[in-house]
């Protein structure tokens, strides 16, 4: 299987930075695709960001993040500027395999835009 462990989070005031990562695990070979999920108290889990061939973002986000991935580390970013209070979220990481019923999810790492 894959294994996903999120790291980067924690409190930062509105208009600043954190980078997000994410060091998957197992069978690599098999991802297709990785993305960044967040959920915030009270909301559903929305997609943030996705990178297969190239790149998508979720129009809230769009302009101020930025998804990479560095293969040779099997390591996913996300990076993440000009922070507003509304990005507060448990951010996740997501991998997609060729296997069949495969997706695999991380523990989450707590994002506070707060002043």
């Known amino acids: 299987q894959v294994q996903l462990v999120e790291s980067g989070g924690g409190l930062v005031q509105p208009g600043g930075s954190l980078r997000l990562s994410c060091a998957a695990s197992?069978?690599?070979?098999?991802?297709?695709?990785m993305s960044w999920y967040r959920q915030a108290p009270g909301k559903q889990r929305e997609l943030v960001a996705t990178i297969t061939t190239g790149t998508n973002y979720a129009d809230s986000v769009k302009g101020r993040f930025t998804i990479s991935r560095d293969n040779a580390k099997n390591t996913l970013y996300l990076q993440m500027d000009s922070l507003k209070p509304e990005d507060t979220a448990v951010y996740y990481c997501?991998?997609?395999?060729?296997?069949?019923?495969?997706?695999?999810w991380g523990q989450g790492t707590q994002v506070t835009v707060s002043s």
């Open positions: 197992g069978r690599i070979s098999s991802i297709y695709a």
């Open positions: 997501n991998a997609d395999s060729y296997v069949v019923g495969s997706t695999y």
